[in-house]
Every structure is written in structure tokens, then in C-alpha cells.
């Protein structure tokens, strides 16, 4: 039987990676087989420690995360991937024992973008997996990205609104990008800092008003709504 290694030396290079963090052998490996038969580039480990060293070392598109792991728990995996700027945008699934709706909102006020409860059907994780990877797909191949009648050209650069050139600041562009990535997604000034901006930035939180305001007037255009839509007491998102 051939080596992990080997085997992902004849991998699609464009195939989407995904990085397994599950502590059960045989859910692992179960999980492992259908997601390489589905075409992913698998990588897997039981250890939550070991789990930030590969992120850190090749980043996953995306990361399914147990609860319950080795080492380092899966909840602060969770947290230490969305505070590293290189692993702030990655999607992450959580698997968990936890029914709990406290666990639950838990996990996702981490960071985890879904939540599944043990026992799962695996057919079920790979249709969640799926419908992520059709959403940031055409960001990781460097597609255009349509959010409404919002245009988004990360090759060239340029962002167009019913046509027509939007012109903004590097800031603002970065703002509107990590916006049209997850379109009606409610994001937090904190987590649009830490996405944005990055974990080590000394920038304060209502910073990221001030960008806000300065994206809002730049995409403005007579007769179109606001896309951006404040949520009281929760944070901003992009809506269609």
C-alpha cells in the first residue's frame, strides 16, 4: 500500500486541500477514503498540535476539526487558525459529541463557519464540504467574484458596480473582498480586523467603522441600495 506522501504526489495540483483533524481511527479513515474518492487532496492527523504545524505549513482550503482531540484542543485549534492572518479565511467545520446549543454557539463565536453533531452520516459532511467549496472556489482560482451587481476581479484588481469602475483604497478593496467571500455572512468588527487587518495589528476596533463608511460612499451608485448592512450589536455583512 502506498505511503500518504506518495499518494499525494499524484494529486490534481488543483484539486481543493483539506486538512482531517480527527482523533478516531476509524471515522478518520472512513472519512479520508470519500473525501479522496470525491477528488480532495487529504491530509490528516489526530493531534490539534500537529494540526496547527501542517496549516502553518501548507494552508488548507479547508479543515473539518473534532472537538475532542490530542494535544491542543480542537476549540483552540479553532481560535489560533482564525488569529493567524494566513489561516484567518480558511472555512472550518467542526465535529463534535456536544448536542448542547452553549457548545454549539460556542464553537462558532471561535470561529468554525459549521457544526456538526456525532453521529453524523458522511454523506451528510460531504454536502456541507461541497457547498463551501462552491462558494470560495472561484476565489482560490483566482475567478471573478460576483456578490449582487457587485463585480470583484482579484487577478486585475478591479472592482466594477453595474459596470461601472469602483475605485478604492487598498484597505477598502481587502474590506470588500473578505465581504464578497462569504456574502450575508454577519461578521463582527473584531473578526473583520482579525481578517482584514490581521492578528497583530494595534488598530482599534472602531477603525473598522471608519473603512465602512469609506467602502459604503465608494461603491454608492444613484438609485442602488446599500449592500452593506448593519446588524445591531453583532457586526456588518454584504448582502446580494
Known sequence: MPDKESS???KDLN???LLLVEDD???SELLEYRFANEGYDVRTTADGDEALLMASEETPDLVILDWMIEGTSGIEVCRRLRRDKETAHVPIIML???ETEDDRVRGLDTGADDYLTKPFSPRELLARVAAVMRRIRPVLAGETIAVGDIV???VAH???RRGQGVQLGPTEYRLLKFFMESPGRVFSRGQLLDGVWGTESEIELRTVDVHIRRLRKA???DGAKDPIRTVRSAGYSLEA
Do not use: F, N, S
Request: glycine letters at 4%; aromatic letters at 0%.
Open 25 to 27: 481511527p476509524a471515522l
Open 8 to 10: 499525494r504526489e499524484g
Open 15 to 17: 484539486a481543493a486541500k
Open 152 to 154: 470583484l476581479d482579484p
Open 219 to 221: 461603491i454608492e451608485i
Open 158 to 160: 478591479k472592482v466594477t
Open 96 to 98: 463534535t459529541a456536544r
